[in-house]
């Protein structure tokens, strides 16, 4: 079975492969008739390609340009929504000639390119300060490379097989196109590296390149943008174009679109990194002081717990020793790994296999119909902790150690819907008492969830978080997030939902200001925005369904120029974490007598640091390379492969670094890779075994395991404690055996399932927001620019008046409908009751936009053409900005609440969606209103009377914050979003709904994406 599956993926590579040879032997024959050409002709060719897209695109773009000038002048309505549909079709004929025309032009520009970098070879320059010299011609492979990432898919090609030049071919060829390409790097050092490195190809065939990095600012952003090409890393890019989205005029913008991008280490970016969205915030108004308010309590319920859990170990320790008493020991394992689950001494016990197995049945009998029975084991505790699920849950013994003395209810949240019915029942009271009693109640609902929830943080930051594991405290006394996969210190990341105040909390530390949330994207959606995006890593065959589910990308596994000779031993398990590092220390010092050189793996900061206390103790020189030392990793990394040399590195740093051997390392084997712990993921395993065996080097590559690994004991480790019990393996014994490995790899496959599970749920949520973000950002462009905008204001006009007389004419209120009209728009409504009958609801609404049209003109003829446009879009930003933000900070509410709906067996996801969307309707409806407001209603004379938008304010650098929150522990980040059933799930009860007003005939713009998240447009949808 297993065979058949691996010939027909095997087959359908080479497949996609096969049909790409005769392309290969057509740019092959190019390049040799190139051979011929002088410097000027090879570099004439980049003019001669771009001539002939810009003849095959003459007729469309003629076209285009006689349509915008269309909408210049002073057309109908109807006409100019023709127009925009007709503008949409050219762009997208547009797209189709350029990409066909590229295809066509691919043997050739693809010739070029290797033409240029066989001249080049021999040349000497700087690259990220070191002097390199030119040696490279792509091979086939590359070529094959180069053409599947045209292609808009992923190529997988083995570490160090010289991905870096394989971009530079479609680089240079969509290039051609003249509209900007990306190419996206895990890091400043690698966009740096990379473009100076390749750069000259580009530079000598006459193309522009340019590199983003962290430190620039907006106006030397903008000149890396406009060039043909520009590297940058997936954050800088990200974090542009939302600040494009926050500019108060189009000058203070740095992107200039999003054609194409490759992007390198593209499962580190897409799936690693895609974890946690970008967000920039800034500080809120009120400081507040809860976290340090509440850690005296949560520290006397922590201390409490741990005493108990000592007592429960100990009695279980005890009843272990009698057989009949096997059920008790179970419940009380079970309810210590509850109270403390990474408790020294439970975590002693549990080496031995037989304890967790018989925990590890207690449990799922426990977990069984949705955990019926738990509350049994967590009764007894002060609250219970979920590793798996990464969540909390206070019990009622703690919710009372907490109160202290203390009303007993501090921590118990009101039962809304119970306390508003009763509320709703009492005859006695007015509407008004009544409405006053509701609010009084909602507070007091807030209030409690507030404290509750920071209890529950400071309960993780003190159960979950472990000081040098996930974080650190630097000297100057900030808590820094440790890079779970590259072990780097995250500069400026903070962990999001309250966490990182909890653990400043706990280290006693200032806890920083909360934040808001000014914009906030995905990278899924981020790379989403790009007509063509390709990919390129080392390792993406195992996540090829994600890359296919999220982002139609498929794989395409390219075979190496040479046969790959590493040799990859079998893992070896040890059953303790001790056992094990002494046998790595004893491989190293075997390894160094060879002089072979070895590079050693970690997972996080303190085992590097573990092992490098204790290669100093045996007088062993060798390098360490984690979070502290990150701007010379590169470097360290790159002398990793000198004889007899010793490098420590967590577990990725480096990726993308290239090791070359030293003299006499070949013969001696190569570069030995050391893993220490098997990571949650295979590909980062795969990464790092790939820093070794590059272009066909020899090399080698082994993981030493115990069973103490968090891998093994959170998942398989009963499987894998079967075997070792089989095989009866005794302390300071070691076994390495097939089977080990393969149940490591199913535990590792589980976890990668179930983080793909986080991610795409996480995605959901955003995809909401997303079509959400595209309304608001296309709206506030329009304003920007000044395109559409007096469209978007007479449609506005028009939506807000049919509104105003929805409201009224059935009542027949003719008065208040002048009355509204008067106060909005200043607007004054002739008209009679009679009329007001006679000409029916339509004939109403469109006399009134007569008149407000008439007064509309009359206005702009007085204060001016110029100054009215400038007044329209001053309007426009400035509501746009507040009211997008206000409802940036509820949808966060929403999001934060929606879960404890999950109550009432509704599917959360889906409730989101409806209120996110009746939410935004009614946004939008503000917005309208409000801008309308002043549109008609301010009177400036000049430009300088006109208020500025408010949204130039917290466009200080210096005041936002950027953050791209790192993922920690194991992965298991459960509670990042709304999950079912978590810890506030069953401590709370579900918020009263509010109530939204649909606001019927509200509408978006009717070209734009309808919000509801279908993809279609909105007039073909909910605008209908
Ligand atoms: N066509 C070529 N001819 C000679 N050397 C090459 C060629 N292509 C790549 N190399 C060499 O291979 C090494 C690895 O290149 P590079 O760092 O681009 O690999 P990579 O595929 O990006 O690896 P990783 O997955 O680790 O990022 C470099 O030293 C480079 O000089
Ligand atoms: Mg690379």
Redesign the pocket.
């Known amino acids: 079975m297993l065979d058949i599956l691996k010939k027909m993926f095997g087959s359908k590579h080479e497949r996609d492969i096969r049909q790409l040879l005769p392309v290969v032997e057509e740019i092959n024959s190019h390049f040799e008739s190139y051979k011929a050409l002088s410097d000027d002709e090879i570099k004439g060719k980049t003019v001669e390609f771009k001539e002939r897209i810009k003849h095959e695109t003459e007729d469309a773009n003629r076209r285009l340009t006689e349509a915008r000038e269309r909408l210049k002048t002073d057309i109908p309505f109807e006409q100019r929504e023709s127009t925009y549909d007709e503008i949409d079709e050219i762009e997208k004929e547009l797209t189709e000639i350029i990409k066909e025309t590229l295809d066509e032009l691919l043997p050739e520009a693809f010739a070029v390119v290797k033409e240029t970098c066989r001249r080049l070879v021999g040349q000497m320059w700087e690259v990220a300060g070191n002097k390199v010299v030119w040696?490279?011609?792509?091979?086939d492979v590359?070529l094959i490379g180069g053409m599947v990432l045209h292609q808009g898919k992923i190529s997988e090609?083995a570490?160090?097989?010289?991905?870096?030049?394989v971009a530079t071919l479609p680089m240079y060829l969509n290039a051609l196109a003249g509209r900007g390409v990306h190419l996206v790097t895990v890091n400043d050092y690698l966009a740096l590296r990379d473009s100076q490195w390749m750069g000259k190809i580009f530079e000598f065939l006459g193309l522009t390149v340019g590199c983003i990095l962290q430190t620039m600012d907006p106006p030397q952003r903008r000149i890396q943008y406009a060039a043909d090409i520009t590297y940058g890393t997936n954050n800088e890019f990200g974090f542009d174009y939302l600040r494009d989205n926050m500019v108060g005029t189009p000058d203070d913008m740095v992107q200039r679109g999003h054609y194409y991008a490759i992007v390198d280490e593209v499962d580190s970016v897409l799936i690693d990194e895609a974890r946690t969205p970008l967000i920039i915030s800034g500080p809120v108004e009120v400081d507040d002081q809860k976290f340090g308010e509440m850690k005296p309590r949560v520290e006397r319920l922590v201390n409490a717990q741990r005493s108990l859990v000592a007592k429960v170990v100990a009695d279980a320790e005890a009843f272990l020793q009698d057989e009949k008493k096997v059920d008790e020991a179970g419940v009380l394992l079970l309810r210590a790994y509850r109270g403390a689950p990474k408790n020294k001494r439970l975590t002693k016990l549990f080496a031995d296999g037989a304890p967790k197995k018989l925990m590890q049945d207690t449990e799922s009998i426990y977990l069984a119909e949705q955990s019926k029975r738990m509350h049994e084991i967590d009764d007894e505790l002060f609250f219970a902790v979920d590793e798996k699920n990464h969540s909390i849950d206070l019990t009622e013994k703690g919710r009372e150690l907490l109160a202290g003395n203390s009303d007993a209810d501090f921590f118990v949240l009101p039962d809304i819907g119970t306390e508003v019915s009763l509320i709703e029942g009492n005859a006695s009271m007015s509407p008004e008492e009544k409405q006053i009693k509701k609010d009084e109640v909602n507070k007091l609902y807030a209030e409690r969830s507030d404290r509750i929830h920071t209890v529950l943080q400071l309960l993780k930051a003190y159960s979950l978080y472990e000081k040098d594991d996930e974080y650190v405290v630097t000297e100057d006394g900030k808590v820094m997030i440790v890079d779970e996969f590259t072990g780097r210190l995250l500069h400026g990341r903070r962990y999001s939902d309250g966490l990182h105040q909890a653990i400043e909390a706990k280290e006693g530390v200032t806890v920083e200001r909360d934040t808001q949330t000014l914009a906030t994207v995905t990278l899924q959606n981020y790379f989403r925005l790009y007509k063509k995006l390709a990919g390129m890593t080392?390792t993406a065959e195992t996540e090829a369904a994600e890359f296919f589910e999220i982002y139609k990308l498929d794989v395409v596994c390219i075979p190496t120029n040479k046969k790959a000779i590493r040799e990859d031993f079998e893992d070896v398990v040890y059953k303790t974490k001790r056992e094990k590092y002494n046998a790595v220390i004893t491989e190293i010092e075997e390894l160094r007598e060879k002089r072979q050189p070895v590079l050693v793996g970690t997972t996080s900061v303190e085992v590097s640091e573990t092992i490098s206390r204790m290669l100093k103790r045996k007088g062993i020189p060798h390098n360490v390379l984690n979070a502290k030392q990150h701007q010379r990793e590169a470097e360290i990394v790159q002398n990793a492969g000198l004889p007899g040399g010793v490098t420590i590195a967590t577990n990725m740093a480096g990726?993308?670094t290239?090791i070359?051997l030293g003299p006499g390392v070949r013969e001696v084997g190569g570069l030995r890779i050391i893993g220490t712990e098997r990571h949650e993921a295979r590909r980062i395993d795969r990464q790092l075994r790939?820093r070794s065996g590059?272009?066909g080097d020899p090399g080698s590559s082994k993981f030493f395991l115990s069973l103490e690994d968090d891998l093994l004991r959170l998942f398989g480790s009963e499987r894998i404690a079967g075997i070792m019990e089989r095989m009866g393996l005794k302390e300071g014994e070691v076994i390495q055996h097939s089977m080990i490995t393969k149940s490591i790899e199913r535990a590792q496959k589980k976890v990668e399932e179930n983080n793909f599970g986080i991610r795409k749920r996480l995605l959901e949520y955003d995809n909401v927001m997303n079509q959400q973000r595209e309304v608001i950002y296309a709206k506030r462009r329009h304003a920007l620019l000044g395109e559409h905008l007096k469209d978007d204001i007479f449609s506005m006009l028009g939506d807000f008046i049919e509104e105003l007389v929805e409201q009224h004419y059935e009542g027949g209120d003719l008065e208040r409908l002048k009355e509204d009209l008067r106060v909005n728009l200043l607007v004054d409504l002739q008209m009679t009751p009679e009329q007001f009958q006679s000409l029916g609801k339509g004939g109403v609404a469109a006399e009134a936009v007569k008149v407000a049209t008439e007064f509309y003109r009359r206005k702009e003829e007085k204060i001016g053409t110029e100054i009215m446009g400038s007044l329209e879009r001053m309007a426009m930003l400035q509501v746009i900005d507040v009211r997008w933000k206000e409802h940036l900070r509820e949808m966060d509410d929403l999001k934060e609440g929606i879960h404890l709906r999950a109550y009432g067996q509704k599917d959360p996801i889906l409730e989101y969606k409806g209120e996110a969307f009746n939410m935004f309707i009614e946004m939008i409806g503000m917005i309208n209103r409000e801008a309308l407001n002043l549109v008609f209603k301010l009177f400036p004379e000049t430009r300088e009377q006109m208020p500025l938008p408010r949204t130039r304010r917290p466009l200080h650098r210096e005041q936002l914050t950027m953050t791209h929150d790192a993922s920690a522990g194991l992965g298991f980040q459960g509670n990042r979003e709304p999950v079912e059933g978590n810890e506030a799930a069953r401590s709370a009860q579900p918020p009263a709904t509010k109530v939204q007003q649909l606001h019927a005939g509200t509408k978006v713009g009717r070209n734009d994406p309808c919000p509801c998240g279908s993809g279609k447009k909105y007039k073909n949808c909910h605008g209908r």
Do not use: A
């Open positions: 040696d490279m011609v792509p091979f590359q090609m570490t160090g097989e010289g991905k870096t030049l080392g990726r993308g290239d070359k790939g590059r272009q």
